[in-house]
């Protein structure tokens, strides 16, 4: 079992799970908490420059992962 992002930062969570983990014997990845970020305020400065330059997207609009920054769609 893995525990990542932005959640895996919780101490809480990081503890319930791992002690859970333990007594079922199921292995639990966590990673270091410096790594357990949330990105929430990179995508909004992105999509606010965005709609700054009057880029808007309609209710259609879907996540594409491997798209990288500067790509026009």
Do not use: H
């Amino acid at each position: 079992m893995a525990l990542v992002g932005g959640v895996a930062a919780n101490q809480y969570l990081r503890s319930r799970l791992l002690k859970l983990a333990e007594e079922r014997s199921i292995e639990m990845i966590v990673p270091p908490l410096e790594l357990c970020t949330d990105n929430a305020a990179m995508i909004a400065s992105r999509a606010y420059y965005q709609w700054i330059e009057g880029r808007v997207a309609d209710f259609r609009l879907n996540a594409i992962p491997s798209w990288t920054l500067g790509v026009k769609g």
